[in-house]
């Protein structure tokens, strides 16, 4: 059974600084890795999608890398500003389903 | 405005109440999910729905019973539920079942159990 680990579960950082997040999954027979945001009280947002054959995607600030063999991904933020306070959650595609396992998420607090 | 719209924002029922959750996608998308989300808990899938046909059922309770009329709408009927119920219900879209395009997510519906 597929399991997906996020640490930390909370982490605060003042603005500017550049954070690393990250995210480990027991199973790497994976099709995909997702990173999505969640806004207190809101849906997800997705981020990034991986696919298990590439190595990372980027999309402005975020850079979203993926090894699979040894089983993680980490998410990079770049210059960060209070507007990305939110919680960040990976999910992996995996299984006969291709179902989504989710992490429990970082909860990210960029301080002014 | 996230195309996919998901009513009503909040809901407070009695365990022996019946009340339904609705989801609409604008996107064009094939296949929609239910998903449960309850506090310091992961994301767990309840239903999938693919071209209006229910592809997946993880083990839930029957006091929850979905609806798919066609590709857009989604419905999750919910009767004689317990209080451990209480959770944030998301409704998501994708192009396709097979988790290769990006899930969009509703607001969500915020359920309170008494």
């Known amino acids: 059974k597929q399991e997906v680990t996020q640490i930390p579960a909370a982490l605060s950082v003042p603005e500017g600084e550049n954070l690393v997040l990250n995210c480990s999954f027991t199973d790497s027979a994976i099709y995909n890795l997702q990173w999505f945001r969640q806004d207190p009280g809101k849906g997800l947002t997705s981020l990034l999608l991986i696919q298990s054959s590439q190595r990372e995607q980027t999309s402005g600030r975020l850079n979203a890398s993926l090894d699979k063999s040894s089983g993680r991904s980490t998410l990079y933020i770049a210059a960060s500003q209070p507007g990305d306070s939110a919680t960040y959650l990976c999910?992996?595609?995996?299984?006969?389903?291709?179902?989504?396992?989710f992490g429990s998420g970082t909860q990210l607090t960029v301080l002014p | 405005e996230t195309g996919v719209t998901q009513t009503p924002r909040h809901l407070v029922m009695g365990m022996t109440n019946k009340k339904s959750l609705k989801c609409e996608q604008h996107?064009?998308?094939?296949?929609m999910y239910w998903y449960k989300q309850s506090a310091k808990k992961p994301l767990e899938l309840m239903f999938v729905?693919?071209?209006?046909?229910?592809?997946e059922n993880n083990s839930v309770p029957s006091r929850f019973s979905p609806e798919c009329p066609n590709s857009s709408h989604l419905f999750l009927h919910l009767h004689t539920l317990q209080p451990e119920d209480s959770a944030l219900y998301l409704c998501?879209?994708?192009?396709?079942?097979?988790?290769?395009?990006?899930?969009?997510f509703g607001n969500g519906t915020r359920l309170t159990v008494t």
């Open positions: 729905y693919n071209f209006k046909e229910q592809t």
């Open positions: 996107l064009g998308h094939n296949a």
């Open positions: 999910a992996v595609s995996s299984g006969s389903a291709r179902q989504l396992t």
């Open positions: 998501a879209s994708s192009q396709d079942r097979g988790y290769n395009s990006p899930l969009h």
